[in-house]
């Protein structure tokens, strides 16, 4: 028997067995929040998204976008829409309007959902259907449907595309990542798996929902009918409140959410405050390699157990998990942690491999379909049956990835992915730059920070605060340059090519990676 995989799966299966449990705690104080919701009423939500977009004659396969910060309308969507055979395009919040609009259009969505916060900023981005999320414009999107009342038919494909996920990668535009029901299915229930998520656990929303679908966490958890705390903002002692309050006990971020946790968690023993969750959270952690520091920090600081794991967005994410086993149980800490900074090794159903030149390739059926519209794109990453990953690493004896560089013209910046062509691109319009190279420059805070080096053209002037604020008229903030410095000329090869590892080194001294 072949019984197609698609997400559905898990919310039905969330509310057959745990109707009563809460589903979603719904961040309070917000327009519209929705409270505390159970697994039962949220699968009649979520019906009744399907139900309230046949009526708007939303068919499907067509593409329901969504510009929000985590709440529970965006966890019931991830069902009521990909569930019911529509495709779900959660766009980053943080984006101006040019940017969302290119992802609208690019991506073809019929309907757009708006977070009331980013309403008036998103004015003028259009789209067949434009619904706020309120309470008020969407009050009938996400009423609960009676339990006889059934959506339009949609036969199970697990090959249909679940959702697009727009990322930075190496081209000026963001990229629509496919992800299909089979990708998200095959992913969540390796990662669940492996990070053990079990029906006692409560999980915290610390990860932006739009990011490849919360890793596809929030699946995995659904299916086991966790309750699920949303939060909006990451604040450190904000996150330690609320993991004492719902007895959290696993949640994931970038190194950058630790770094705040960590934070906090000081201010609190200063003041002989209790720090929750020891020896009860697990924290997994992704989007840079994590210092070996923090790794020990988290542990002797926190009680709580560190889970490293490694993967992108086209890859659903999961390729790689670094979860102690029990022959490190008895090694001294920081030996432990620096056995843990590593990537990590395969996790169930991927292989690793590394080419001639240390990219990293993988293999696996966590691995996306292709750029949506954009097969030249896809065919450059998705080659002789391996997928491209853009990553520069190694594989240490023990079959553990080490990842040390970035091929791929990205910078992390707390977790998200910046591309440099595109700050490139915006600072050629300025009329005083003849050149400009942007690269990522290692952070404490952040991880790694957007640098700018600029060659001004003879005649004009210009400043390093005027050209920061002239990319803040133009991209989401994130990716601006933090930082301009002026320079004769820029380091290039034979052919004109910019010589971004020279231009790269003197800042990287020191370190033993390229990538932080
Ligand atoms: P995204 O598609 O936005 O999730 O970004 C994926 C990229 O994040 C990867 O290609 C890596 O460059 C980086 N990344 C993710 N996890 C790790 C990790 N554990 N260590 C190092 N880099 C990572």
């Known amino acids: 028997m072949k019984v197609p995989l698609t997400v559905s799966d898990f919310l039905r299966r969330g509310a057959l067995v745990y109707p009563d449990r809460p589903a979603l705690i719904d961040e309070p104080g917000t327009a519209g ?10 699968e009649r939500r979520a019906r009744g998204v399907a139900i309230a977009l046949d009526q708007l004659g939303v068919g499907h396969g067509e593409r329901v976008a969504i510009v929000s910060p985590n709440a529970a309308r965006f966890g019931i969507l991830f069902y009521g829409i990909s569930g019911y055979g529509r495709v779900l395009v959660p766009i980053n919040y943080r984006l101006n309007a040019d940017e ?5 259009e690019h991506s073809g969505a019929s309907v757009l959902l708006v977070d009331p916060e980013s309403d008036e900023a998103l004015h003028d981005v259009k789209a067949r259907h434009r619904i706020v999320l309120d309470g008020v414009d969407d009050e009938q999107l996400f009423a609960e449907a009676p339990d006889d009342a059934e959506p339009a038919f949609w036969e199970p494909d697990e090959d249909a595309t679940a959702s697009i996920n727009y990322t930075s990668g190496t081209t000026a535009r963001p990229k629509g990542v496919q992800l299909t029901h089979r990708n998200c299915w095959l992913n969540a229930a390796v990662f669940g798996w492996q990070t053990t998520v079990t029906d006692r656990d409560v999980y915290l929303h610390t990860l932006p929902m739009f990011h490849c679908n919360g890793w596809g966490m929030p699946y995995a958890v659904t299916a086991m009918g966790v309750p699920q705390v949303v939060v909006r903002k990451i604040d450190g002692e904000e996150l330690l409140r609320r993991i004492d309050e719902h007895g959290v006990t696993l949640m994931c971020g970038a190194p950058a959410v630790v770094a705040a946790i960590l934070d906090a968690a000081g201010t609190r023993r200063a003041a002989s405050q209790p720090i929750p969750g020891r020896d009860q959270v697990r924290i997994v952690v992704a989007g840079a390699p994590p210092p070996s520091k923090t790794i020990e920090r988290v542990e002797a600081e926190l009680g709580w157990e560190f889970i490293q794991i490694y993967g992108l967005t086209e890859t659903a994410p999961l390729l790689t998990m670094n979860r102690r086993p029990a022959e490190w149980d008895d090694l ?8 843990q900074s590593r990537a990590g090794v395969p996790a169930v159903g991927v292989q690793i491999a590394t ?3 240390g990219e990293v390739l993988a293999r696996s059926n966590h691995v996306f379909a292709g750029y949506w519209e954009q097969p030249e794109e896809s065919a450059k990453v998705l080659v002789d049956g391996f997928f491209h990953t853009g990553d520069e690493g190694h594989i240490d004896p023990d079959e553990y990835l080490v990842i040390s560089d970035r091929k791929k013209d990205v910078i992390i910046s707390g977790g998200e992915n910046v591309s440099s062509v595109e700050v490139e691109d915006c600072l050629y319009q300025h009329p005083a730059v003849a050149e400009a190279a942007v690269i990522g420059i290692p952070d404490p805070k952040w991880g790694e920070t957007v640098k700018a080096l600029v060659v001004v053209r003879p005649g004009h002037e210009v400043t390093e605060a005027e050209l920061i604020e002239f990319c803040r008229s133009k991209l989401a903030h994130f990716k601006c340059p933090r930082s301009v410095e002026m320079r004769d000329s820029l380091a290039r090869t034979a052919t004109g090519k910019l010589q971004k590892f020279k231009l790269r080194a003197t800042y990287w001294d020191g370190y033993d990676r390229r990538i932080n």
Request: charged share 25%.
């Open 332 to 339: 001294p800490a920081a030996e432990r942690a620096r056995l």
């Open 33 to 42: 929040t929705l409270g505390t919701i159970t697994y039962r009423s949220l």
């Open 355 to 357: 080419d001639g030149s």
């Open 100 to 104: 969302v609009r290119y992802v609208v």
